[in-house]
């Protein structure tokens, strides 16, 4: 696959992945992981616009830089998020220990989870990265003529 297309694919893949649920709750509609516009979401939809722009010029330095920053933010939001779910989960255990609908409880605790869009985030970063590190067979065939 040319490097310019995976590049093309991953920030496509990134943009539209945040716009995508990654957490489910039963009383509340799926959240997408941009959907509250904290700071580090904005670093990582800039960072695959940017991806974008390096991919459609070949800037392999610029690809990397975006693919490790949405990496880097992506990354953090992910544990965050997902030790929160834990946190959360472990908390409504401990608080409905002594009512008697303790099995509707465990019911609703297996729905609350992270969604999909984290693994199309995922990929999305992982092409991004991916067509940052390949070479271009271009630039390597007009240094050998």
Known sequence: MDKRIMGMLGAALLFVGMFLPVFSMPTIDDITYFQNGRFD????????????????????????????????????????????????????????????????????LNTIELQWGWYVIAAGVLLILVAGFVSDKAKHSKKRA
């Open 41 to 108: 979401r904005i670093i990582v939809l800039s960072a695959s616009v940017f991806a974008m722009y390096f991919a459609f010029a070949r800037n392999s330095k610029g690809l990397v830089a975006a693919g490790a920053m949405s990496l880097v933010f992506a990354g953090y939001s992910f544990i965050d998020m997902y030790l929160q779910v834990r946190d959360m989960k472990a908390s409504i255990r401990t608080e409905s220990v002594n009512y008697e609908f303790e099995g509707s409880i465990d019911t609703i």
